[in-house]
């Protein structure tokens, strides 16, 4: 590869829904010199590793994709309410190749080192082939979960049989017939569960923290409905940037106390029997997720769901939480009703840990040996920072961003971090909580634009202020108190990984708010923002 070649405006790390949208806006909007390096052998990003039974959005499908293309929108028909993993894939395949960017994509190939050049304001990216690549603007694309964590448990090396993490599924793992263990019931545990039971000769359930769980709900939509969708789009994506989750329904306004106690237990059916989480807890009342009293209704009303369900008491009794309803919302087809089933087994290792694992199975405490021929790990991811700390990343001074991060990531709106001008993460730490396909475009769109504006000026060095990502993040950290998020563990504070500090990720105020708040910083002449520096010619 010529020396020229490897001299580029901006690369991009990542070729999921964020990075695909990202080479598109820089490279056919702004007409600049642009390559996406993706490590996996296709693109995709979550909906190429995640191929595990059951894997599909748990967010409505009509709000589950980019809405930038009010033809892209009109032409691409989903054909379920909640679109599977397969679809997803095809539907950014088509995305790729209908902008025509997979020329510029370079699959197979993992960033390792990033390095800031102070004298130039470029800096050199350095993948696992041994290339060196210089450009001025590097956006992380990496995605919010996409570091799968392994729980550090005795004799995992031992396992004769097949291990698999959910968020690298062998496309050619067929668990049909054959006896199953899996570990971790959160969304993708809980959603491997619900397909798997059906078709494995037997499943064992390893539970650590029982989950509140609600019906999905799913089901074709019809013609008239996508018609209406087509017709209305635009409406229907102004609602959309304009709420808080970003989920694509109307959330609720009301207190959960501010009515009868029949009142409640009819809205919470009424959502029940319509089906998704995030509906059940931001639409039914606008409290669930901060009120004690609220929250305790919504929980009780689950709990007695699943009382209602489970045939046998004792398996019902350890499948309900005690904690507050505040993890991520999950939502799953037959989660409960599996448990009926006489090939499924559920062990809480609350009760019975896990000591350690044989060749054949899984002993636990009791002394039983569960004997699996597949062993799956549902048990998550090192979110936000995960990814970015298995890159060797040096900023101004030669400070290095893992370092900086610490036990505890920050940045200024998600976006942009002191010390490593130039860098942009979509998706970083403290980003908006809320549907990710929005919120990611969301911030493609201003990364964008705030590179379009830099060149136009003629700078050639954007960086975050520290007392701006100062100020943003204790601004995330306090919001985040004020809701019950903050008083159960979840992997959204961090507290998934053991030996990990636990921390805020999260901007919890809504895309609506968040989405003002970088419109306010554009009107204040990017304030938080340094903008100077003169920039070299371009590379084109």
């Known amino acids: 590869m010529s020396k020229k070649e490897n001299q580029l405006d901006s690369i991009v790390i990542g070729a999921g829904f964020a990075g695909i949208y990202m080479l598109h806006k820089l490279r056919n909007e702004l007409g600049l010199n642009v390559r996406s390096f993706e490590r996996g052998s296709g693109i995709g990003g979550t909906w190429h590793w995640n191929r595990y039974p059951g894997a599909a959005a748990d967010v409505d499908s009509i709000a589950y994709r980019y809405s930038f293309d009010s033809a892209l929108i009109k032409e691409w028909n989903w054909k379920t309410r909640y679109a599977p993993q397969a679809e997803i894939l095809a539907y950014l395949e088509h995305v790729v190749d209908r902008y025509e960017l997979r020329e510029d994509i370079q699959l197979n190939t993992t960033v390792e080192a990033l390095t800031f050049d102070e004298a130039t304001s470029l800096w050199t990216v350095r993948t696992d082939d041994g290339e060196e690549y210089t450009a001025r603007y590097v956006v992380g694309a990496l995605g919010p979960l996409s570091t799968a964590n392994f729980p550090d448990i005795e004799g995992r090396e031992s396992f004769a049989g097949t291990q698999v993490h959910t968020g690298a599924w062998p496309q050619e793992l067929d668990i049909t017939g054959k006896k199953v263990g899996v570990i971790g019931t959160g969304s993708t545990g809980t959603q491997f569960i619900g397909a798997a039971a059906k078709i494995a000769d037997h499943l064992t359930v390893f539970q650590r923290s029982a989950q509140y769980v609600v019906p999905a709900g799913d089901g074709p939509l019809s013609e008239e409905f996508l018609e209406d969708y087509r017709e209305n789009h635009e409406q229907f994506w102004k609602q959309v940037f304009n709420s808080r989750v970003a989920c694509g329904f109307q959330e609720a306004e009301i207190s959960a106390m501010a009515v009868s106690a029949e009142e409640r237990e009819r809205k919470f059916q009424e959502s029940w029997d319509a089906g998704n989480g995030f509906n059940f807890m931001f639409g039914t009342f606008a409290d669930i997720a901060f009120n004690p009293e609220s929250n305790e209704a919504a929980a009780s009303f689950i709990r007695s769901k699943i009382k209602e369900i489970v ?230």
């Open 311 to 540: 045939r046998d008491p004792e398996t019902a009794r350890k499948l309900m939480p005690t904690d507050y309803y505040a993890k991520r919302p999950i939502c799953n087809t037959g989660y409960y009703e599996s448990y009926n089933r006489d090939n499924v087994a559920l062990i809480s290792t609350k009760e019975n840990p896990i000591v350690k694992i044989t060749p054949k199975g899984v002993q636990t405490e009791d002394g039983t040996e569960h004997e699996v021929d597949v062993l799956v790990f549902a048990t998550g991811y090192e979110a936000m920072q995960g990814s970015y700390n298995k890159i060797d990343i040096r900023g101004a001074g030669g400070r290095s961003l893992k370092e900086h991060w610490g036990e505890a990531p920050s940045s200024y709106l998600g976006v942009a971090t002191n010390g490593f001008p130039n860098l942009f993460t979509v998706f970083g730490p403290n980003s908006v909580f809320s549907n990710l396909p929005p919120a990611l475009q969301t911030q493609v769109e201003w990364i964008s634009d705030t590179i379009g504006e830099a060149r136009k000026r003629g700078v050639g060095r954007v960086e975050a202020t520290a007392a701006a990502e100062e100020e943003w993040t204790v601004m995330c950290r306090e919001m985040a108190q004020h809701s019950l998020f903050a008083q159960t563990d979840s992997w959204i504070f961090g507290s998934n990984i053991p030996g990990k500090e636990r921390r805020t990720l999260f901007y919890f105020g809504g895309i609506a708010a968040y989405r003002e708040k970088l419109k306010e910083i554009v009107s204040a002449d990017y304030e938080g923002f340094t903008l100077d520096g003169e920039a070299a010619p371009s590379a084109v």
